[in-house]
């Protein structure tokens, strides 16, 4: 990436994080106590953008499972697109679990139990090499770390 070449960054990785298959609270598969990717075949799909790194992810999720992309598809980034689709149609999308977990407490989503690992990757905190951070970046370091905490200890 381009300012990564131009100001050395070091990273911190607060914790690891994985994707959750999410559908509308209600959905028919919902009633299924354990499914595969591809018991959800016949569904639509939200996939993410195909230049995205978590686009990666789930196309190696299908692959994985032997199955091509499905053809039934919207491929957006937008969160709050994501969930008003999910909430007026029957479709499905993996969704980091900490992103997914606000609309799950709230029963709008649920996440359906897929036999299927679905690692997202890890989220941390990035932050220019040599660079003393200011007060307030400190402070908002450490809070981040602390919900880091608190995400894994749910997890």
């Not at 960054?9 to 209600?26: D, Q, S, T, W």
Request: glycine residues 2%; hydrophobic residues 50%; contains cysteine.
């Amino acid at each position: 990436h381009p300012i990564t070449s131009t100001f050395p960054i070091e990273h911190e990785v607060l914790y690891p994080e994985k994707f959750n298959l999410v559908v509308r609270a209600g959905h028919p598969l919902c009633a299924l106590a354990e499914l595969s990717i591809a018991d959800t075949m016949s569904w639509p799909w939200i996939l993410p953008v195909a230049e995205s790194p978590s686009r990666q992810v789930t196309d190696r999720l299908f692959l994985d499972a032997g199955l091509s992309l499905p053809e039934n598809r919207i491929e957006s980034l937008s969160m709050m697109t994501n969930v008003n689709l999910l909430i007026e149609n029957d479709a499905c999308v993996l969704m980091p679990r900490s992103a997914a977990l606000l609309f799950i407490q709230a029963k709008i989503l649920q996440a359906l139990p897929l036999r299927e690992r679905m690692p997202f990757g890890n989220v941390g905190l990035s932050v220019r090499a040599h660079k003393a951070l200011s007060p307030a970046a400190k402070l908002f370091s450490a809070c981040l770390r602390e919900v880091a905490l608190e995400i894994s200890a749910s997890a």
